[in-house]
C-alpha cells in the first residue's frame, strides 16, 4: 500500500509541475500572439490538454486521498478548491474569447489579453502558492 501511495504522490507532483509548465506556456502564447483568430485557433488545441491536465492532477488527487482512507486535511480542501478554481478559471476565459470578445473591434484582442493575464496570473499563483504549502 505504501509503494502505492509513494508512485501516486510522484504521479500528482509531475502533474503539477507539467501542469504549471502548460500555464507558463499559455502565457507565452498570449504574449506573442498579435492576432485574434489565429490566437483562437491555438487555443483549441491547448485548452483540452489543459483540462485534461487538470483533471489527471485532480484524480490522482483523489486517488491519494483513497489511499490515506478518505482523511479530510486543510491541505485537501485548499487542494480542491484550487482544483474548482483552475475549472472554472479556464472555463471563463475560453467563453470570454468565444462570446465576449467581438473581433471586428480593433482593441478587441487588448482588451481579452488583459482579461486572459489576469486569469493565467491567478492560476499560476494559486498553482505556485499550493506547491510552496505542500513542500513546506
Do not use: C
Not at 486543510?74 to 478559471?89: C, G, K, Q, Y
Amino acid at each position: 500500500m505504501e509503494a502505492l501511495y509513494s508512485t501516486g504522490l510522484e504521479i500528482h507532483f509531475v502533474g503539477v509541475v507539467v501542469l504549471m509548465a502548460v500555464v507558463m506556456f499559455n502565457i507565452i502564447m498570449l504574449l506573442l500572439s498579435h492576432q485574434i483568430i489565429r490566437y483562437a485557433k491555438r487555443l483549441r488545441v491547448a485548452m483540452p490538454i489543459s483540462l485534461s491536465l487538470i483533471i489527471i492532477t485532480i484524480f490522482t488527487g483523489i486517488v491519494m486521498m483513497a489511499a490515506k482512507h478518505l482523511s479530510f486535511s486543510l491541505a485537501n480542501i485548499a487542494m480542491i478548491i484550487v482544483s474548482i478554481s483552475f475549472i472554472v478559471l479556464e472555463i471563463k476565459r475560453y467563453k470570454i474569447l468565444k462570446y465576449e470578445t467581438d473581433i471586428k473591434q480593433e482593441n478587441a484582442f487588448t482588451q481579452y489579453k488583459k482579461k486572459a493575464f489576469r486569469f493565467l496570473g491567478i492560476e499560476l499563483f494559486l498553482l505556485m502558492a499550493m506547491s510552496v504549502w505542500m513542500l513546506l
